[in-house]
């Protein structure tokens, strides 16, 4: 960490100097101030909003993304001003960044909830499907849940060859990476080819047993109840089998997400009436944040 009265210092000194900073130094000081969880105050925000809007031009694409990237870290709402030119921009450069910067930008474009124009996308799919050997399990995992979020149809070729991907690597999906995965999946139009699915069940069933993590446990159960089909009830399985392990953690979940356990075990017909008072109750003691957040 840095203490409160340097970062002061710094955040002044940057603002003073901000105009003889290049692109990378930008990039830099924010990324930074991103990962040492210290938001510079509103001016600076602002300064750096506009400084970069008129200079997109001279950042490289990891730049761009890392700014991006920042500014949803840090709380900062971009300006129209920033998004048009960064758009404008990235879209140009996405041949040469990398699947981290592709996969960021994509997950901070949802963050924001700012539905990027279309050529931007075009060349982001276009990067994708050249290269996507070269992306690493949670990229795909973060571009497929980023995709979901922006309601963004994945051309269906291209959705094919992620599918692939997630059976080819499932082996080194992490459980953060099956939930958004699996979810990313099931917002597209293309269906989840059973293989794949059966193939990342198992995978959460293995990281379940080493380590229950209630609320990725919320997120696959919810996806697998959105493409139940005939066959094998799996988000019933899943149920079933950790039953006790979601008992001894309800007390995690959000309200939120207590309610979309309680949707999916109904829907998948498998509410056993230990879970249902536990959620129910969750639920009644999270009600205030459901208020909250439609602003009654």
Known sequence: DIPKDLFSELMGHFRANLGECNSQNIANIMVSCARLGRRPDA??????????????????????????????????????????????????SVRRASPQNVANVVWSFAQIRHAPRDHVMRSIFAKVEASLDTFSEQDVAT????????????????????????????????????????????????????EVLQAMFERSMKHLDASFHAEAFV?????????????????????????????????????????????????????SPDVCRAL???????????????HI
């Open 43 to 92: 001016e600076v925000l602002s300064l750096v909003d506009r400084s970069c809007a008129a200079k997109m031009a001279k950042f490289s694409s990891q730049g761009m993304s890392n700014i991006l990237w920042s500014f949803v870290k840090l709380d900062h709402q971009p300006s129209d001003e920033f998004l048009e030119s960064f758009q404008r921009h990235f879209g140009d």
């Open 143 to 194: 571009l497929l849940w980023g995709c979901g979020k922006l309601k963004y149809r994945i051309p269906q070729q291209l959705s094919r060859k992620l599918q692939g991907f997630c059976l080819r690597r499932q082996r080194h999906f992490s459980l953060h990476d099956v939930s958004l995965s699996l979810w990313g999946l099931t917002q597209q139009r293309e269906e989840i080819r059973p």
């Open 219 to 271: 997120h696959v159960v919810w996806s697998l109840s959105v493409r139940s089909a005939s066959g094998l009830n799996r988000g019933a399985v899943l149920a079933e089998r950790y039953e006790a392990e979601l008992l001894d953690s309800v007390d995690t979940l959000s309200g939120y997400d207590a309610s979309k356990l309680l949707c999916s075990l109904s829907f998948l017909g498998c509410n």
């Open 280 to 294: 129910v109750a969750i639920v009644e003691a999270r009600i205030r944040s459901y208020l909250s957040l439609i």
